[in-house]
């Protein structure tokens, strides 16, 4: 009996977990469509070519973790609007930074 109660709760926690997972993935994209998308359609930068959001790019020009991106975004450099804690929570800024590293390769 034990067993089952201990299997059935597991299941439960590691199901919350895909949901919860999924629900930021997806507030992440919202938010980036709404902050960033149109700076950076499809992952480009319409301001500097060279600074996309794709993985060889960002990782070139010193972005590698969800904590690089959140930076830039507060004190970003020439060209990019920069986005205080008001304007994007730091919760959100996290949750645009973990898109943009799952999403553009």
Request: net charge positive; glycine share 6%; charged share 30%.
């Amino acid at each position: 009996m034990m067993k089952k109660v201990l299997i059935s709760t597991f299941c439960m926690l590691a199901a919350t977990s895909f949901a919860t997972t999924a629900i930021a993935a997806g507030k992440g994209e919202e938010l980036f469509k709404k902050h960033c998308a149109a700076c950076h359609p499809n992952g480009g930068n319409i301001v500097n070519p060279k600074k996309t959001l794709a993985k060889k790019d960002r990782e070139a020009n010193g972005f590698k973790t969800a904590k690089d991106l959140v930076k830039n975004m507060r004190k970003p450099g020439p060209g990019m609007t920069p986005f205080d804690a008001k304007t994007i929570p730091d919760k959100d800024a996290k949750a645009i930074a973990d898109y943009v590293l799952k999403t553009f390769k």
